[in-house]
């Protein structure tokens, strides 16, 4: 099994949750059924509850809204931050991705990504197996993608995209290693 | 009962002979019967994945675009008849328009399973630009065959929303189609008369439909012509929005026609009428208007799309759960909150679907959120999001409707609850490993996955094949039903 971590814990966990209150909720109202009462009785109080569910909800989105917004991977929003990022190259074909076998982790890299053929998707697995981000390959077009890789290891560079029967077999190992020490860098990036 | 107190008159016969009830009750039956063959389809992929069948990647994903269109052109008709029956006792339908659309349908999914069976054609449902014209495996006949099934999906999906909005016009015209009366007191009618729910979401639907349907027709006229004429220039991006405005679009809105439904058919349980109020004008506006704005959330990984677009898809994505979620699921949860409810096969069915609708939406709202799409983007959270609020929503709504259609309204009993919690159980089991799948970063639409994918497979076989098991008992236990007590609830009903 793959460790549940990150993004994906946060995920699982807020899913699980909001799931679970939703499926408590339900089962109140089935019970409910039991009592029965004139719908005048019950009708004024879900009103107001339904004012008060959507205030509460429009707030929840407009707050997640807002945290979205700056959290987005694309380079307009990206761009200006960090030191200039070392420029690479993909190319995604049928069904391979034309790129350096190695890459430095904890350096920020440009990401340019194509596709030869038809749609691809370049997902970055870490050595654990987790997929840590990715980005569509589609052909007439670049996409400019800024990724770290946070520590040295075997990480796997696969397909996310049904790109025709060799779809499954269109991954390939990435070696990352530690960047050279700050000094024989001129001390420019430690 | 309260439903038929809706304004309702039997309208024509039907002049080609066929009746209303017959058309419907023959559509449940063809696309159930779809159902449990493409459920079928789903196992062996599903079996395929946990490496208990062998099947060749070309015939996965031959399978995988059978299963793809066909479920989703199935539900398509399966909601668009059940809200017709309804809507036909409110606005001036004909039969023989349905009868055409249903046929559209099927001609449609009939020529995309010949492409795809025969021709073994197989870029998914979806069918991305340019994959379905290089480097396949498949005939070039194939592909252009596909791309007129669709078509015909799409032409009858556009008869259905025409008619219906007609009707509409004739009875409300649009801006009451959508109550607008109870805002503007300048629109009221002299009568007093404001459309019922029913009516109000078949007003977003049609138009809304009839926009994804002319969105479809011009994406597969474009392929068509670059089928005919490979120099026809076409380019990708363009194409990939246009696919997803149409895919999307016309699967969100099979939830929003079986609203319809639920507007109607969930008063004959609880015994309390549904009635129209302003805040169902504001939110099927608001719906009508952001979610045919809800596709850019198929593009968040490609960074080269307009930034306006993406964040404006996600704002326009969280915008319409608002409807769903403040207005429909809450309104039927109040409707349902201490009312003298019978609980049947068909009221137990409609809150499950809200229930799945919910759930499903809650992943959705993850998915669609572009720093955690970073992570579930094309992973197997895709199809266990949509398959909670397509099989254990939509589809319940349909089992639903199919309980009240039929007139089987005696309380289950022990043969039927048990099927019940079969199904229910097999679905929780298969849906949970999809979840599982996509937490672990599985990738979806995989002939063979990476683990733990097929580990999660072929424990989500063992549950699919309790699904399948408990859905096919109980969709023959409600036809049975259905028969013994048709006789009279004809009278009564239709
Ligand atoms: C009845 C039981 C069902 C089973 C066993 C089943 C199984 C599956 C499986 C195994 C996949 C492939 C997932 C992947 O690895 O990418 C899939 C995809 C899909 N299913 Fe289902 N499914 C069922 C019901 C439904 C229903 C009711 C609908 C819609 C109403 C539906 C719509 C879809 C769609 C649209 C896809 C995506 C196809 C593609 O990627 O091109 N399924 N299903
Ligand atoms: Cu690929
Ligand atoms: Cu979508």
């Known amino acids: 099994m793959v460790p549940i971590a990150g993004k994906q814990?946060?995920?699982?966990v807020l899913w699980l949750a909001l799931s679970t209150i939703v499926v408590i909720a339900f089962s109140w109202v089935v019970s409910s059924t039991k009592r029965p009462v004139p719908v005048g009785d019950v009708q004024p109080g879900g009103y107001r509850l339904r004012r008060l569910w959507g205030w509460f909800y429009g707030t929840l989105l407009v707050a997640a809204f807002a945290v979205t917004l700056w959290t987005v991977p694309y380079a307009w929003a990206q761009g200006s931050t960090g030191k200039p990022a070392l420029v690479v190259h993909v190319?995604?074909?049928?069904?391979?991705?034309?790129?350096?076998?190695?890459?430095?982790?904890?350096t920020r890299i440009e990401f340019?990504?194509?596709?030869?053929?038809?749609?691809?998707?370049?997902g970055i697995y870490s050595p654990q197996g987790e997929l840590l981000g990715q980005v569509q390959a589609m052909p007439d077009y670049t996409n400019v993608f800024f990724f770290t890789f946070p520590k040295p290891g075997r990480y796997v560079i696969r397909c996310l995209e049904l790109c025709g029967a060799g779809h499954s077999y269109m991954f390939q190992p990435?070696?990352?290693?530690?960047?050279?020490?700050?000094?024989?860098?001129?001390?420019?990036s430690a | 009962m309260p439903t038929e107190q809706m304004g309702a008159v039997d309208l024509h016969g039907g002049d080609v002979g066929v009746t209303p009830r017959w058309m419907v009750g023959v559509s449940l039956v063809i696309g159930f019967g779809l159902i449990f063959f493409l459920g079928m389809v789903g196992g062996v992929m599903k079996a395929a994945q946990g490496n208990l069948v062998h099947l060749s990647p070309s015939t996965f994903y031959a399978l995988l675009t059978l299963h793809g269109d066909g479920m989703i052109s199935t539900v398509v008709l399966l909601t668009a008849v059940a809200h017709w029956y309804f809507l036909r006792r409110l606005l001036n339908l004909r039969v023989e328009v349905l009868v055409f659309a249903v046929l559209a349908i099927v001609w449609g999914l009939v020529a995309a399973a010949v492409a795809i069976l025969i021709g073994g054609f197989g870029p998914g449902w979806t069918f991305l630009y340019p994959l379905p014209f290089i480097g396949n495996t498949w005939p070039v006949w194939s592909t252009g065959l596909f791309f007129f099934g669709v078509l015909f999906v799409g032409i009858g999906f556009a008869i259905f929303c025409l008619d219906i909005l007609a009707g509409i016009i004739r009875e409300y015209g649009v801006l009451n189609g959508l109550a607008l009366d109870t805002i503007f007191p300048r629109l009221r009618r002299a009568d007093g008369k404001v459309a019922p729910p029913t009516v109000i979401a078949a007003t977003m639907v049609s138009i809304d439909g009839i926009l994804t349907a002319a969105a479809g027709t011009v994406l597969v006229v474009d392929l068509l012509a670059h089928w005919a004429m490979p120099h026809f220039p076409v380019d990708p991006l363009w194409i990939k929005n246009l696919t997803y405005f149409f895919g999307h679009t016309i699967a969100n809105l099979t939830i929003y026609l079986s609203a319809g439904v639920i507007y109607a058919a969930l008063p004959h349980y609880t015994g309390r009428p549904w009635h129209t109020n302003r805040v169902y004008a504001i939110s099927w506006t608001t719906s009508l208007l952001f979610v045919p704005w809800a596709w850019p959330h198929h593009l968040y990984m490609d960074f080269?799309?307009?930034p306006w677009l993406q964040i404006f898809g996600e704002a326009s994505t969280y915008i319409a759960t608002i409807p769903a979620a403040v207005v429909t699921i809450f309104g039927a949860l109040l409707l349902v909150y201490r009312s003298e409810m019978r609980w049947r096969i068909g009221s137990t069915f409609f809150m499950a679907g809200l229930l799945g609708w919910l759930v499903g939406g809650v992943a959705a709202m993850i998915d669609a959120?572009?720093?955690?799409?970073?992570?579930?983007?094309n992973t197997l959270w895709v199809p266990a999001h949509f398959h909670t609020y397509l099989l254990g929503g939509v589809f319940l709504f349909v089992i639903g409707f199919a309980s009240y259609f039929a007139g089987d309204d005696a309380p289950p009993t022990r043969l039927t609850?048990?099927?019940?919690?079969?199904?229910?159980?097999?679905?929780?089991?298969f849906l949970a490993m999809f979840y599982a799948g996509g937490i672990e970063g599985v990738p979806r639409r995989e002939a063979v996955q990476p683990v733990p994918g097929p580990l999660l497979a072929v424990i989500g076989t063992a549950f699919a094949a309790v699904l399948l098991i408990g859905m096919t008992g109980l969709l023959i236990e409600i036809f049975r039903r259905g028969q013994r007590n048709g006789a009279t609830h004809e009278r009564e009903v239709t």
């Open chain 1, 91 to 106: 190319y995604a074909h049928q069904f391979a991705f034309t790129m350096p076998k190695k890459l430095p982790s904890g």
């Open chain 1, 174 to 188: 990435l070696q990352v290693y530690a960047p050279a020490p700050a000094s024989t860098l001129g001390g420019r």
């Open chain 2, 417 to 429: 609850k048990t099927f019940e919690w079969v199904f229910f159980i097999g679905m929780i089991g």
């Open chain 2, 304 to 306: 080269v799309q307009a």
């Open chain 1, 112 to 122: 340019l990504v194509t596709s030869l053929d038809v749609n691809h998707d370049m």
């Open chain 2, 369 to 377: 959120t572009i720093p955690f799409n970073e992570v579930l983007h």
């Open chain 1, 9 to 12: 814990l946060v995920i699982l």
